[in-house]
């Protein structure tokens, strides 16, 4: 189907985007390294919103209820950002990739109560597949020391994961009625707009308790594989008929890509296990693209 490919581009984007945010927080102050990639975001999507302005249209609508719209999604995704980010610093990449890799079990119970969307029998086994895959890579959290009763950084991810699967939700909503580029353009302008208050503020508050920041070339490569991931997913969500609980599944399947680089080139535990864990997931992920097809 039209909307399956850019699923499928926008999960191989995420999964780089998940390496060089691993790389780029590894030691580093974490809120710096968010502020900078929603200022890269931003400046790779200004060209649309310098387009608007310059055509004397304010965008989405030309409404203060678009734009609060999209301030609403701003707010969502960057809380989602901030868990997120101090999860993957401290969690091993086989661990909270898969973690966040359950998101498409919240979008599938919003999609099919708000949206009304039907699976077939390819498509719920495929689900059915993926539940069991993540709850295999939950206990293997637990015998690596990350388990639900003793780490918060576990419970970040967990809540990262929450509120993406209600940013996913919230993207179908706004796609009916706005532009996926202008959704996307301006809700990086937020973000960074809001980051840079937050920041702020915080440095105020701490007044050097913070860990110091370092410059590295993977912190704009975050904005860039993100920015290409979400232009493919909206583009994929705009599509008459795309499914977000099937689209956010497939986008799940970024987490391939980061397991197999903690593996290899950061040498992280209990490989035979999670590559079985992975194995059903990928399993998953096949059946879901197969039962679109049908």
Known sequence: ??????????????????????????????????????????????????????????GLGDTLHGHFLIIIKAVIVLSSWILGYFAIKHLPLTIQGPVNATRPVLVLVGALCLFGERLNALQWTGII??????????????????SLRSSRWLWMSIGAMVLGATSALFDKYLLRSYKPLEVQAWYSLYQCVIMSILLLSLMRRQKGNSDKFQWRWTIPCIALFLTVADLAYFHSLSVDGSMISIVSMIRRGSVIIPFLFGVIVLHEKNVRT???????????LILLVIGSHH
């Open 129 to 146: 597949i993926g539940f069991a895959s993540l709850y295999f890579i939950s206990r293997i959290g637990a015998r690596e020391g990350f």
């Open 1 to 58: 189907m039209e909307w399956i490919l850019p699923a499928l581009l926008s999960a191989t984007c995420l999964g780089f985007y998940d390496i060089f945010k691993k790389l780029s927080v590894k030691g580093n102050n974490v809120l710096m390294v968010l502020l900078l990639n929603t200022l890269f975001g931003a400046l790779y999507l200004s060209p649309i919103i310098i387009s608007n302005l310059a055509s004397g249209h304010y």
């Open 274 to 284: 999670k590559l079985f864990d992975l194995a059903l997931l990928l399993a998953s």
